[in-house]
């Protein structure tokens, strides 16, 4: 299980002291899909790359399995078995897939078969990949199911994704929610996904919008995206309008 108490995050720039993150406090059972989601600049990803390691708070306390982990770096925490998908995945010409895995696996004799079932897992054949390298020659969408193969195979019990969806084509897209889905139905991993989008959104157990640094609300599917729907109305002025004109 995964606690925030009281997360707060400061920095300072050319304008003075600026709050990104004020007096978060969530908690996330295991084996639960959960979607942070919001404006851009809410806070979002900020607060995922605080459960990594990525950033250290200015205040407040991070729990992980009833450990205190506030002051532990991202290796710690990738022990602990915390891992974090980033929006646009690493390429490394040079390595192949099979590299990665292997790494990932902390397994230097890992065999064939357990890489292909980690790739199969995300919708990938073993003999058209395992050898490829992990470079241009990958479209987004690969890259990302194969970061998420390197998550399978290192065991992870708490999954983060940042806006899995950005820079991948509708196809891959497709597949890549399926994946998540199968992960959350096969898997006793949490996940925590940020997205704006509605396909991801109703995979969720549940939904925290995060907005102004703050948790503004939480909930099913069912109860947040009315809500989603109704503030990305109000602050349309084009919508509004047409809103008004059909009243």
Same mark, same amino acid.
């Not at 004799?109 to 050898?131: E, F, I, P, W």
């Not at 939904?207 to 069912?222: F, H, T």
């Given at each position: 299980?995964l606690?925030?108490?009281?997360?707060?995050?400061t920095?300072?720039?050319a304008g003075g002291e600026?709050?990104i993150?004020?007096?978060v406090?969530v908690?996330?059972?295991d084996?639960?899909?959960?979607v942070?989601?919001?404006?851009?600049?809410?806070g979002?990803?900020t607060l995922a790359?605080?459960?990594?390691?990525?950033v250290?708070?200015?205040g407040?306390?991070?729990?992980?399995?009833?450990?205190d982990?506030?002051a532990? @770096?991202i $290796?710690? #925490?990738a022990?602990?078995? =915390?891992s974090y *998908?980033?929006?646009q995945?690493?390429?490394? %010409? @040079?390595? $192949?897939? #099979?590299d990665?895995l292997? =790494?990932?696996? *902390?397994d230097?004799?890992?065999?064939?078969? %357990?890489?292909?079932r980690?790739?199969t897992q995300?919708?990938?054949?073993?003999?058209?990949?395992?050898?490829?390298e992990?470079?241009?020659?990958?479209?987004?969408?690969?890259?990302?199911?194969?970061?998420i193969?390197?998550?399978?195979?290192?065991g992870?019990?708490?999954m983060?994704?940042d806006?899995?969806?950005?820079g991948?084509?509708?196809?891959s897209f497709?597949?890549?929610?399926e994946?998540?889905?199968?992960?959350?139905?096969?898997?006793s991993?949490?996940m925590?996904i940020?997205?704006?989008?509605e396909r991801?959104i109703r995979l969720a157990d549940?939904?925290?919008v995060?907005?102004?640094?703050?948790l503004?609300?939480?909930g099913?599917?069912?109860?947040i995206l009315?809500?989603?729907?109704?503030?990305?109305?109000?602050?349309?002025?084009?919508?509004?309008r047409?809103?008004?004109?059909?009243?």
């Amino acid at each position: 299980m995964l606690e925030l108490r009281h997360i707060s995050y400061t920095v300072n720039d050319a304008g003075g002291e600026q709050t990104i993150l004020r007096d978060v406090s969530v908690t996330i059972p295991d084996g639960k899909l959960v979607v942070f989601t919001g404006p851009n600049g809410g806070g979002k990803t900020t607060l995922a790359k605080v459960i990594m390691g990525l950033v250290t708070p200015t205040g407040g306390q991070i729990l992980y399995n009833g450990q205190d982990i506030t002051a532990l @770096g991202i $290796t710690e #925490r990738a022990r602990l078995g =915390i891992s974090y *998908g980033f929006q646009q995945p690493p390429r490394f %010409k @040079g390595i $192949t897939v #099979r590299d990665l895995l292997t =790494i990932a696996s *902390g397994d230097e004799k890992l065999s064939k078969d %357990k890489c292909c079932r980690y790739l199969t897992q995300v919708g990938l054949c073993a003999n058209d990949y395992l050898d490829r390298e992990v470079d241009v020659s990958l479209s987004g969408g690969e890259v990302k199911r194969i970061e998420i193969a390197t998550l399978l195979a290192r065991g992870s019990e708490l999954m983060i994704f940042d806006e899995p969806e950005a820079g991948i084509d509708l196809w891959s897209f497709a597949r890549l929610t399926e994946t998540f889905e199968d992960i959350h139905r096969t898997h006793s991993a949490s996940m925590i996904i940020i997205s704006h989008q509605e396909r991801i959104i109703r995979l969720a157990d549940e939904i925290i919008v995060v907005g102004g640094g703050e948790l503004q609300y939480r909930g099913s599917a069912e109860e947040i995206l009315p809500k989603i729907m109704e503030d990305t109305l109000s602050s349309c002025p084009v919508l509004t309008r047409k809103e008004a004109a059909n009243q």
